[in-house]
């Protein structure tokens, strides 16, 4: 099947171009740029809106197995559908965790069955994240895992912490790491300040972030380690990491659209729904971050999909479960950073697409000839207002909800099959 797609407004990270033109797609693959239409292809007329290679999501969390009643596989899939997100890469923080070969192809075979996207899984650094054991690095690699990490379990052992990297460098592997010190950061769910202070909330100083990531830094020159942070979110952690590239480190980057588009002061009085880990920062910190994206420090934005139900929600701030649903709003979110803060599109896809597919050696993320041909329809200036029972995933909890956006996924495709269609899009 042959679809090509005519005037469109063509976002490609690679080349870092916004253009008119036309995209030729063949067998599921992308074959051809501003060239005619052939015989007998579907035509498909963008209208002028913008088609960009879909979102590569660095860091989603899906309740199956163990919370399906948060999140299931199929739900997350129609989430992400609809959020242009073609491509999840699944956390291992799941009942059992992802941290044998077994579960990690109990995990793949349910999503290939039950999901319209692409669903690539992470696995364990240690047996069940209890940051105890190495858990068989070698075996999941080659089961399928993209990536190691124990998620917002950091490993506190950091003799354990070495091993596992210098294990994962003889093999290849990718670690992600939460840079955070496990021991300022326990119990903390704001950043310090005068607002902690004022609203009497257990707090953390930023500099728990910059000395867990000064650790994993020496760790990974003392290993040669692949490393990637999940979330670097303040201005005191950006000097190191930009030291570690200029050293060649192998490390990259992170930072969720939470924390690239919301401050401390949203908190506002005790809202549950902007509880996250690591918390909310100042508006300095922010802008910083916005900075580092454009700049190109920071390589990945993520949702950082953490699905989480009412009961684990509509509880006192302090015992309040962290996190948001991202998958649906992270398109409309990220288009704050260009209606806002001048960020280009091209810059923007860079961080969610093309990098994140990059650092984990797949093949999507581009418009490129011989690119799959998942690719995402949208209008980056259609207002709406965000309503939070109309989202797909089970759990709703999204510090947007009510709030005035802009940005719309108009249609989304996968391997050249359309698994979204905005109602009213011809």
Known sequence: MSIWFHNARLIDPETGTDSIGTLLVQGG????????????????????????????????????????????????????????????????DTDPAI??????????????????????????????????????????LDAGAVAFTDGDRVVGNTRLLARCMAYAKGLGALIIGHPQDPGLSAGACATSGKFAS???????????????????????????????????????????????????????????????TLNDLDLGDYRTFFKFTPPLRSEDDRRAMVQA????????????????????????????????????????????LYHSEGLALPAIWRALSLNPAQRLGLDCGRLASGAPADLVLFDPDAPFVLDRFALQSKSRNTPFDGARMEG??????VGGARIYHHEGQG
């Open 29 to 92: 693959q992308i074959t051809e740029r501003d060239g005619p239409c052939p015989d007998g292809a579907e035509a498909v007329d963008c209208g002028g809106k913008c088609l960009a290679p879909g979102i590569v999501d660095l860091g989603v969390q899906v309740g199956e197995p163990g919370a399906q009643h948060k999140e299931s596989l199929r739900t997350a899939g129609l989430a992400a559908a609809r959020g242009g997100v073609t491509t999840i890469i699944m956390r291992p």
């Open 99 to 140: 941290d044998t070969p077994e579960v990690l192809e109990y995990v793949t075979r349910r999503a290939t069955a039950r999901t319209p996207v692409n669903i690539r899984a992470m696995a364990a650094l240690t047996r069940g994240r209890a940051g105890r054991e190495m858990s068989e690095i070698g075996l999941l």
């Open 198 to 260: 004022l609203r009497g909330l257990p707090a953390v100083s930023p500099m728990a972030e910059r000395m867990g990531f000064d650790r994993d830094m020496g760790l990974v020159e003392m290993t040669g380690a692949r490393y990637h942070a999940d979330q670097i979110t303040c201005a005191r952690s950006l000097p190191a990491l930009e030291r570690a590239k200029a050293n060649g480190l192998d490390v990259t980057a992170g930072i969720s659209i939470h924390h690239l």
């Open 293 to 336: 994206v454009g700049d190109g420090l920071i390589d990945v934005i993520c949702s950082m999909h953490t699905p989480q139900d009412e009961e684990s929600k509509r509880l006192p701030f302090e015992e309040a479960a962290a996190g948001a649903v991202g998958l649906q709003t992270l398109l409309p979110a990220a288009m704050r």
């Open 408 to 413: 719309r996924v108009l249609a989304s495709w």
